[in-house]
């Protein structure tokens, strides 16, 4: 196993900045702000300890955890299930600031720090984000340790040398550090939301299920499945759309621009191949785990629900059950305004199919047979 120091990917993130988007002064003073939030966080989390008994000795026993590439409907499903009560999620401003004593403090001041938030770099046609949005989990992993697949994604894909084994869990296994702090940190969005269920939203544990399920062993898990001709262009064409409004993607150097799109198109095939080996192996404990299909989504809604309700064992409220029916008929007539072109990144549809055949069989063919 390889060992990455902070220092070191400190350094290279900044020294990619640098010399890919121009920018050496900013990053300096975001690192500093960042150094003073972590000081902050830090006083903050000591004071939860001596505060709250739920976070001194509280467990995370039976999460619900949407898992799935990005762009595959886990962040609709996410929004769902959490914006009707069902559980509660993480907002982007809690994993930010992570700890109860000091979210009471700034939640006053909520809609001042949205004013000024970099998540307006972030929110696009495809994704709206906020400070208040329930959003991935994989963020506080970033925001925590200066790592993971987001920083991957976003910055460690442009660096000369490919850096994705400082990110594979199976050259590079964090999940031990990574999974207490996840605990830890929805501990304090249950105290802080006066909450009893978390549902979390995770696209890297597609990477790393078995140890996932052995940290959290009553953890049900809802794992989205999209036809890749739709879910892999549409996660590159988030991921670049966020780069373009803060960087300006598309008027960088097209060789690069190449390498990073090559690189990221194999790192989202490679989070559904790790998932899909474990399921096929056996290392996954498929009675832990529910396949939802992203079409039955859109043209099954209240079938669906219906089967995720019976296997989170959470009996619906009448309310509920008339908002499943009416969230069904918009389903079915929803269009997407987010548009993207397989040209655009190089990209055929023939070729996705060969690298996603494993997909197809496993799953999607299944599908339309039992339609």
Request: hydrophobic share 40%; glycine share 4%; with cysteine.
């Amino acid at each position: 196993m390889i060992k990455i120091s902070i220092y070191k990917r400190l350094f290279t993130v900044y020294t990619i900045i640098g010399k890919t988007f121009g920018q050496w002064i900013s990053p300096l003073i975001t690192g500093l702000l960042l150094i003073i939030l972590r000081l902050t966080v830090f006083f903050g989390s000591i004071f939860d300890i001596f505060f709250y008994s739920k976070i001194r000795n509280g467990k995370i026993n039976n999460p619900i955890v949407i898992v799935g590439n990005p762009r595959s409907g886990t962040t609709f499903l996410h929004h769902y299930l959490t914006s009707h009560k069902l559980g509660t999620g993480s907002q982007l401003w809690q994993m930010l600031y992570p700890s109860v004593v000091i979210q009471k403090i700034l939640r006053p001041f909520l809609p001042f720090l949205e004013k000024i938030s970099p998540t307006r770099h972030h929110s696009t046609d495809a994704h709206k984000t906020s400070l208040q949005s329930v959003e991935t989990d994989d963020a506080s992993i970033l925001f925590r340790y200066l790592d993971g697949f987001f920083l991957y994604g976003f910055l460690l894909s442009w660096n000369k040398n490919n850096l994705f084994d400082w990110v594979d869990p199976k050259k590079r296994d964090t999940s031990k550090r990574d999974f207490n702090w996840l605990e830890s940190m929805w501990l304090r969005v249950l105290v802080s939301n006066n909450e009893k269920q978390i549902i979390g939203k995770l696209f890297s544990v597609s990477a790393n299920m078995p140890k996932f399920l052995n940290r959290f062993p009553n953890a049900k898990i809802l794992y989205m499945v999209r036809d890749p001709l739709s879910v892999i262009p549409s996660g590159l064409s988030l991921v670049t759309g966020v780069l373009d409004k803060k960087f300006g993607f598309w008027s960088l150097d097209k060789s690069k621009r190449d390498r990073y799109i090559k690189r990221l198109y194999s790192a989202l095939i490679e989070l559904i191949k790790r998932f899909h080996e474990d399921w096929k192996s056996g290392k996954i404990d498929k009675d832990k785990v529910m396949i939802v299909h992203f079409d039955r989504m859109m043209n099954d809604f209240d079938g669906l629900m219906k089967d995720i309700m019976n296997f989170i064992e959470i009996e619906p409220t009448e309310n509920l059950i008339n908002d499943i029916k009416i969230t069904s008929e918009k389903q079915r007539s929803f269009k997407s305004k987010h548009k993207y072109d397989l040209d655009k990144f190089g990209l055929t549809e023939q070729q996705i199919i060969n690298d996603c055949d494993f997909i197809y069989k496993s799953f999607l063919n299944e599908e339309k047979n039992n339609v």
